[in-house]
């Protein structure tokens, strides 16, 4: 006569959670009973790891899926190491874990289905979960070392009964006679459903996962073959030494759903740590093209132990390296691990520091070892290197190198701030200098860059809209200081500073002409070929943040800008004598104009008064 039994209280409340309250993600009983088995049969082949002989004839250790069709029932079978009597018991009428009752709590204080789900998750009910899609579960086991088996079954409801049976094999096997509503889509008794489980949450398990597949070879012939439906071996889990590269670009492409092959591949175990975990990392060669929209999943996917347990975990991945694909393993991940109980996990802190130091070691040594193809890269992912730095700059010192800029003497290959340190002139000062544009031509044509040139200062080209943002955060490099050659107080030389004063008056009386428009006029030493530049009078709000900003509706307020004039430049011996002839001469009013506008255009910026410009060059042009 079977026994029957009382589930443990808490037990009770679980289940009937769990029958009445769930209705999705149902899918999940399905890993959570053969992630059992994988347990069981790892305790086995543990043991027989010191004895053979306990295997028996039973030496592969399997999992096998039946579908009955015409009872509407699943059964999930293992020849594991079994349960004994005490043990069915023990496991499967009690909740052994601690923090049960606070659990439960939460749990019948929890207002959606979703909260319910998402708290299920975080303690797991393992074996329980059967009970979501069958009105009755029946376990028959045989633990490897007792003669007799023992049967359990129940409807969930309540009480469970357990008695001795008769059982040939080891190991343990679970039927599960279906509910009779469940949904079209939660149709387990469809081989084709139950393959794309496993393939889905179970691929990887170690052991192969049985199933006796049915297809039709003629029409109206049936041929019956027992398939196995899991790949069992992960990638990564073998040796990196046995992976082909092409084994490892498939791999890349049928998970992350890209077409190209990824530009570099991270695969490494960390032992010894704190926590022990197998990474595969994916960079890939093209950015997604929804990369910047709301569609697109950062993070990693997680596993225990080859077992499937979460996709996308921001946790494990920098926000700045989010481009990065691919996926962890570790057996000390819970396989109901949570989204909120990441947040919290220290081991989770561990890996995301190894995998991000791993993913700059692996850039950085292409940026050594393969400049081309890092170049390639930089073009892709710069853009989203240089945000993520610029909304972390806390992570300077790790990223820095990674930068690569145009400049006024680099080639194709670009240049590293190191490297553009490495090559500073000795009476350049501490300054790295940069100029902002929207092209490089547009640099290379901006009056600035003439005494630049002429003196051999390398000049970095800041060509993305973001560049200046994160020059100015990062502030130096290696001590050196980033300068703009557009920044007012850039003074190459200090002998002009007689002539400024010498000029003092005709200068005043520009900036009077100019009123509203600059906050200044000056002369400068940096100019060579042009006769005047506009710069920014504030040094934090250059002329093409304001651009920027302007675009984006942040700004309110124009930059204030300075009018610098060419003091060696054959306009500026003009002015002078006409001021010298009369001070007052319109005449100077028309170049001060003149000059003002010009240079707007050679920043890029607009002319306010387009028909006044236009009529002040047919002056000039007639004279
Ligand atoms: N196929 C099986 N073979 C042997 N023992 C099993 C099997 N399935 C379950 N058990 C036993 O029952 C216990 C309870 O299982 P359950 O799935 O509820 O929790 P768990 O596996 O310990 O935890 P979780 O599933 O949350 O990781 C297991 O720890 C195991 O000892």
């Known amino acids: 006569m079977p026994e029957v039994k009382e589930f443990q209280a808490e037990t009770k409340q679980l289940l009937n959670l769990i029958i009445n309250s769930i209705y999705t993600h149902k899918d999940i009983f399905l890993r959570e009973l053969i992630s059992n088995a994988s347990d069981a049969l790892d305790k086995i082949r543990f043991l027989s790891l010191k004895d053979p002989s306990i295997l028996q004839n039973d030496t592969e250790l399997q999992i096998r899926i039946d579908i009955d069709k015409d009872n509407n029932t699943l059964i999930v079978e293992d020849n594991g190491i079994g349960m004994s009597y005490e043990e069915v018991i023990e496991n499967l009428g009690t909740i052994a874990k601690s923090g049960t009752k606070n659990f439960l709590n939460q749990l019948k204080q929890a207002q959606s289905e979703n909260t319910v789900i998402s708290l299920i998750g975080q303690f797991g009910v393992g074996f329980y979960s059967a009970f979501m899609v069958a009105k009755k579960v029946i376990v028959e086991t045989k633990k490897w070392d007792q003669d007799k088996g023992v049967r359990w079954e129940s409807d969930g409801t309540g009480t469970y009964s357990v008695e001795e049976c008769e059982k040939a094999n080891r190991g343990t096997k679970i039927t599960l006679i279906l509910k009779d509503d469940l949904d079209e889509d939660e149709n387990y008794l469809d081989q084709y459903k139950i393959q794309e489980l496993v393939k889905k949450h179970s691929n990887y398990i170690k052991y192969p996962i049985k199933m006796k597949w049915e297809e039709e070879v003629e029409a109206g012939k049936q041929k019956i073959t027992v398939k196995i439906l899991n790949s069992m071996v992960p990638l990564w889990n073998k040796n990196k030494e046995e992976i082909t590269q092409n084994e490892y670009n498939e791999f890349y492409k049928e998970h992350f759903y890209d077409w190209n092959d990824p530009f570099d591949v991270i695969h490494f175990k960390a032992e010894g740590t704190t926590v022990e975990f197998t990474a595969l990392l994916y960079i890939p060669s093209k950015l997604p093209f929804t990369f910047f929209s709301k569609d697109y999943k950062r993070g990693l996917n997680l596993y225990s132990k080859n077992v499937f347990i979460m996709e996308n975990c921001e946790e494990v991945l920098p926000d700045y390296l989010g481009f990065v694909k691919g996926l962890v393993d570790s057996p000390d991940f819970s396989l109901n691990i949570s989204r909120e109980i ?282």
């Open 342 to 623: 990441l947040q919290k996990n220290k081991q989770l802190k561990v890996i995301r520091k190894n995998i991000e130091r791993k993913i700059l070691d692996a850039l950085k040594s292409k940026l050594e070892n393969e400049r081309e193809k890092y170049v390639e890269f930089w073009k892709e992912f710069g853009k989203v290197i240089k945000a993520g730095l610029y909304q972390n700059i806390q992570e300077k010192e790790k990223v820095q190198d990674l930068l690569l800029f145009e400049s006024s003497t680099s080639d194709k290959n670009m240049v590293t701030l190191k490297e553009y340190i490495s090559k500073m002139k000795e009476d350049q000062g501490n300054y790295i200098y940069y100029a902002v544009g929207e092209s490089k031509d547009i640099i290379e044509n901006l009056p600035q860059m003439e005494s630049f040139k002429e003196k051999g200062y390398e000049v970095l080209y800041l060509t993305d809209e973001i560049d200046e943002f994160l020059i100015k955060l990062m502030h130096d490099y290696e001590g050196k200081e980033f300068k703009s050659i557009s920044s007012s107080n850039v003074k190459i030389d200090e002998k002009f500073k007689e002539k400024e004063e010498e000029n003092k008056d005709l200068l005043q009386k520009i900036k009077e002409y100019l009123k509203d428009k600059v906050k200044d006029v000056r002369l400068t030493d940096k100019l060579k070929e042009s006769p005047a530049c506009i710069v920014s009078a504030n040094e934090a709000i250059s002329l093409n943040m304001e651009k920027t900003l302007k675009n984006l509706e942040q700004l309110p307020f124009e930059a204030e800008k300075i009018l610098e004039l060419n003091p060696d430049h054959q306009v500026f011996k003009i002015l002078t004598d006409i001021y010298h002839k009369d001070p007052n001469s319109e005449e100077i009013k028309d170049y001060a104009e003149l000059l003002y506008n010009q240079s707007l255009l050679l920043e890029g910026l607009e002319i306010e008064d387009k028909a006044t410009f236009a009529k002040l060059i047919t002056k000039l042009m007639i004279k």
